[in-house]
């Protein structure tokens, strides 16, 4: 399919387009998600989770590294890699289960994982870039939907 770009102006645009994209999540999905602190990834799950009729308050899990969020079409399961440095910290902390999700996961700092890692079906990469005060490009692209 090849990649996908978006301009948000501000962060509740950013949040739109993780509406539409929970609205339109099947189970099984995978969201990969790179980019800076304070460029918007959390803002993007919130969207995510009202997409999928969860009412529940989303915040980032930096210090759980998982949020499970049940109540929406979908259960969405919210990582958050930030503390985790190799390979070996994110198996034995147990989160592979979430690697083959059911219901949407979405796992922030994802490129603290590599590539063959990912199941390649039902995986979304998303990276999102700081272009100014509040504007962001958010660029994805869907491996075998």
């Given at each position: 399919m090849g990649m996908t770009t978006i301009i948000?102006?501000?962060p509740t645009e950013t949040e739109a387009v993780g509406e539409t994209w929970g609205r339109a999540a099947n189970r099984g999905l995978?969201?990969?998600?790179?980019?800076?602190?304070?460029?918007g990834k959390t803002q993007l799950v919130k969207g995510i989770a009202r997409g999928l009729g969860?009412?529940?308050?989303?915040?980032?899990?930096?210090?759980?590294?998982?949020?499970?969020?049940?109540?929406?079409r979908l259960p969405l399961f919210?990582?958050?890699?930030?503390?985790?440095?190799?390979?070996?910290q994110i198996f034995s902390a147990g989160l592979e289960e979430?690697?083959?999700?059911?219901?949407v996961a979405v796992i922030e700092w994802a490129e603290r994982m590599s590539n063959d890692e990912f199941r390649m079906e039902n995986l979304r990469r998303v990276q999102i870039e700081i272009l100014g005060e509040t504007e962001r490009r958010?660029?994805?692209?869907d491996f075998g939907a």
């Open positions: 948000s102006h501000n995978l969201i990969a998600l790179s980019g800076d602190l304070g460029a969860i009412t529940t308050r989303v915040h980032s899990p930096t210090f759980t590294l998982v949020n499970v969020y049940p109540g929406g919210h990582l958050d890699l930030y503390r985790l440095e190799t390979k070996e979430y690697l083959q999700p059911d219901g958010i660029s994805y692209e």
